[in-house]
């Protein structure tokens, strides 16, 4: 089963689709940012930048090296750590990265970006119970990069969740 994703308030076209298919599930996102792909770069890998709208990065992010991703540290009750290891990182273009979230098999992450910035997301070998949580999380995710990278104050998590996710409890 394939979903496709709605465009953010902000008036950004999104591209993206939700592929459920048992622990083969994908998420792949498109976005064009107002802004060229070294800003966006720096956005994703510069640890001051990434806790302004993702959450507190730490690590090494050269091939081999490993990583810890806090999110929700402005969200009451959220715990979210994400680490894993670098698979590739040629910047600035891509990274590639092994994901490891709590009680969750592990996945993969693939972030592309192009000089006229574009960015492509690809999260692979979900479990398909989780699979349209982390279609709306990293839409949520990559509008507040957008905040960022436009020079905007971030948006909360909960009110994007529910744009994406009217009715669901999950924003934590």
Request: proline share 6%; with cysteine; aromatic share 6%.
């Amino acid at each position: 089963m394939s979903t496709s994703t709605p465009g953010s308030s902000t008036g950004t076209p999104h591209q993206g689709t939700v592929t459920v298919d048992g622990d083969a599930s994908r998420v792949e996102l498109r976005r064009r940012y107002g802004t060229d792909g070294a800003d966006l770069w720096d956005a994703i890998t510069s640890p001051e930048r990434a806790r302004r709208w993702l959450g507190a990065l730490s690590g090494d992010l050269r091939a081999g090296g490993t990583y810890e991703l806090r999110m929700g540290e402005g969200r009451p009750g959220a715990d979210d750590v994400a680490h894993g290891e670098v698979l590739r990182c040629e910047p600035p273009r891509l990274l590639e990265l092994t994901w490891h979230f709590p009680g969750e098999q592990q996945s993969h992450l693939r972030v592309e970006v192009s000089e006229d910035g574009e960015l492509v997301l690809l999260h692979t070998r979900l479990e398909a119970a989780a699979a349209r949580d982390y279609g709306t999380g990293w839409q949520v995710v990559l509008d507040q990069l957008e905040d960022d990278a436009a020079h905007r104050p971030v948006r909360p998590w909960g009110d994007l969740w529910a744009q994406y996710a009217p009715g669901d409890d999950a924003a934590g």
